[in-house]
């Protein structure tokens, strides 16, 4: 078991100009936040299997743009199989996040306005020992995102909140050590993100990624690593 306690002080500043080509436009904000917070959690392994819950409360005031709290809970299952280290697990857990001092004082884009947003996560997942000649896990998962802070194009410009928005996917991830100790690394991920009200396309959000490497030991204690990442 675990319990503590967190306080967070955060400053941010920013200074710069937007060159409009004919003239250029200051722009330059402050922003200070302070966050408390209180958690506990729990972890009992009864023979094959593992139940882990937590629970954490956290309250936080921004400077000029209001306070808020939430309350984040977390339950998680995992169960060993056999003897050769294989296991699966299930998870559900609740999160939120302010937005960031940019998102929210920026004098272009910025919105005061601007909530927390708020998430629920589900995830299963079933893995290989980490020793295996192959360790490898594959997780499916699935997030509902409420207020997600986004960017719209206007006109105006600026950042808003999403009522509702669904994240669905799945990711993997595995490797092998050679006998010559390279070591190749694969992983990826497919996810569906979509806005089930009304249909907006969100920026930055990739339906595939997918990557691999590969690790070559050297003399001395060096490592030469090459990667691909689409």
């Known amino acids: 078991m675990a ?3 967190m306080h967070q002080d955060e400053l941010g500043r920013y200074a710069g100009r937007i060159d409009y080509g004919f003239f250029q436009a200051p722009v330059a904000f402050a922003m200070q936040r302070d966050t408390r917070a209180a958690f506990a959690e729990l972890r009992w392994m009864p023979g094959a299997w593992t139940v882990q819950a937590g629970l954490r409360h956290e309250r936080h005031r921004d400077d000029g743009a209001g306070s808020g ?8 299952l995992q169960r060993k199989v056999g003897t050769h280290g294989v296991h699966w697990g299930a998870s559900l857990s609740r999160s939120s996040r302010p ?7 920026h004098p272009l884009v910025g919105n005061p306005g601007l909530r927390p947003e708020r998430a629920a996560h589900r995830e299963l997942y079933y893995a290989t020992a ?3 000649a192959w360790p490898s896990r594959i997780t499916l998962f699935s997030a509902r995102y409420r207020d997600l802070v986004d960017f719209d194009g206007g006109p105006p410009p600026r ?4 009522a509702r928005i669904q994240a669905d996917g ?5 490797g092998h050590r050679f006998g010559n100790d390279w070591q190749w690394d694969l992983d990826g991920a497919w996810m569906r993100v979509r806005d089930p009200l009304d249909g907006v396309a969100l920026r930055h959000r990739p ?3 997918a990557g691999t490497r590969l690790a070559l030991p050297l003399h001395g204690g060096n490592e030469l690593s090459l990667a691909l990442r689409y």
């Open 3 to 5: 319990a503590g306690l």
């Open 69 to 76: 709290r939430a309350t984040h809970p977390l339950l998680s």
């Open 99 to 105: 937005p960031s001092f940019y998102a929210l004082g």
């Open 130 to 132: 980490a020793d295996a």
């Open 159 to 162: 950042l808003l909140n999403r």
């Open 170 to 174: 799945v990711e993997w991830r595995s």
């Open 207 to 209: 339906r595939l990624q």
